[in-house]
């Protein structure tokens, strides 16, 4: 099949060309940056370094890094590159208070957006003759909205379904014949098994292709998905700071995705010291947004752990690509698409009046990640009454639930039973075996 591409001068355009592309939007958006962003402009000021300094993608390292705590230091308004005025949207990372970030978009901003999440879709085989259907979350998730507007953009037919009901997701993927599925890895799988379960063959749907991330997933999990539904299964990248999912897009290759890097330029750096690293060596994972307006952010550590390629792909396309993140440099834990800090569990805890003695074990069961938390009771609140028990587990669970956007399945445990460690204690047993 010869390969599409939805911008294909980008998509195809020489590496030299790239770079010199990247060079001239560099300059433009740090002046912008240093311009209207007062916050960053603070941070070069302190560092010595002027806008004059940059000449082009050869001087982003004399920039200083900005951080997911900068973000919140900033919170909500304080990195804001534009009046709110010519802002026409807000997203926000997944269910979480403490850490919340909210990320503004111009009209602009929303455009590129969707160009990237497009290209994705493309990617994946996508044209104005298929039937998409976007189960990822609709509202302040960027997901559902990313996808939607890149659906649109292809002029497939789109079906804004949002996540969760899948017997309506079943039946409109029967009734309207949809052909691309877009959904968190985690929620194609049980599609899947649901589908199986009801009786269908992977033949008796039409699907042909799936545009799955938001999440870590395995090659085994892509090949189950692949198999139960009848499809291909491509991952696609991104976070809410850079704008949301198409940062990184899967091409036919599958062998990594590649970067939308006219638009977000990639740098690997080891994240103790802060030294840019080589091609080809692993880290953390940084992007510099090239031309947003709204929320443009220089230098993000995104804290995901990746490596970078230049090997040329057999798809045509030039774009560097990044390896899966292979983890992260902090302690975060992706639970059924919700960012789940330890720390989070931990002020809940404190909050209710329990020590902070407890373990998180979290495991992925028929594709579904399991959520526990095991808390110790203090002596004075021991009791082997279960109804007490269950009631205490309960309250827990649902203070849980409205600091994470999910609910844990709490058990609590006799006081002095959760193992103390020599070092630093064991917060979380993952047993996903996700990388
Ligand atoms: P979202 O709201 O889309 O979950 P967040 O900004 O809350 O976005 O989370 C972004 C994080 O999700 C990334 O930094 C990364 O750790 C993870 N992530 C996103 N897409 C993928 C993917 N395809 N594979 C692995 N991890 C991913
Ligand atoms: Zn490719």
């Not at 968190?184 to 991330?213: H, N, Q």
């Not at 040329?312 to 639970?335: V, W």
């Not at 095991?374 to 205490?392: A, C, R, Y």
Request: one cysteine or more.
């Amino acid at each position: 099949m010869a390969e599409h591409y939805y911008q294909k001068d980008i998509e195809t355009m020489p590496i030299e060309d790239m770079k010199k592309l990247q060079s001239e939007k560099l300059v433009k958006q740090v002046k912008h940056v240093y311009e209207n962003v007062a916050y960053y402009r603070n941070l070069m000021d302190e560092k010595g370094v002027k806008p004059e300094d940059i000449h082009g993608i050869e001087d982003l390292h004399k920039l200083p890094f900005l951080s997911k705590a900068d973000l919140r230091d900033a919170y909500p308004y304080g990195l804001l590159g534009k009046p709110l005025k010519e802002c026409v949207r807000i997203h926000s990372t997944s269910g979480t208070t403490g850490r919340r970030v909210v990320a503004f978009y111009t009209q602009h901003d929303v455009d590129l957006w969707e160009d990237c999440c497009a290209r994705a879709i493309v990617a994946a085989g996508g044209t104005d003759e298929d039937v998409c259907q976007v189960a990822y979350g609709y509202g302040l998730f960027t997901g559902g909205a990313g996808l939607h507007g890149g659906s649109h953009k292809v002029g497939c037919l789109t079906l804004p379904m949002s996540s969760g009901n899948t017997d309506r997701q079943i039946q409109f993927m029967e009734d309207l014949g949809a052909t691309i599925l877009c959904c968190t890895p985690s929620y194609a799988a049980y599609v899947g098994e649901s589908l199986k379960e009801k009786g269908y063959k992977p033949e008796d749907i039409p699907l042909k292709a799936g545009i799955f991330g938001a999440e870590p997933w395995t090659e085994e999990m892509r090949h189950q998905i692949e198999e139960t539904l009848g499809i291909k299964a491509y991952d696609i990248y991104g976070l809410t700071e850079t704008s949301g999912p198409g940062v990184a897009f899967e091409c036919s290759e599958q062998t990594g995705m590649h970067i939308n890097e006219d638009h977000f330029l990639a740098e690997i750096i080891d994240p103790d010291t802060g030294e840019v690293l080589p091609e080809g060596e692993k880290g953390e994972l940084v992007f510099t947004s090239l031309d947003k307006e709204a929320f443009p952010l220089l230098r993000y550590r995104t804290r995901d752990i990746c490596v970078l390629s230049r090997k040329k792909c057999s798809c045509g396309r030039t774009l560097i690509k990044m390896a899966k993140p292979m983890g992260r440099t902090d302690d975060m834990l992706i639970i059924r698409g919700v960012n789940v800090f330890p720390s989070q569990i931990e002020t809940v805890l404190l909050n209710e009046g329990y020590q902070p003695n407890y373990q998180i074990i979290v495991d992925r069961v028929n594709n579904t990640d399991t959520f526990e938390v095991n808390v110790e009771m203090n002596p004075e609140q021991f009791t082997d009454k279960v109804s007490e028990i269950l009631g205490m587990e309960r309250k827990l669970s649902d203070a849980m639930k409205i600091m994470l956007g999910i609910n844990p399945k709490v058990r609590l445990v006799a006081p002095k039973s959760i193992v103390r460690s020599e070092g630093k204690a064991v917060r979380v047993v993952d047993k996903r075996k996700l990388v």
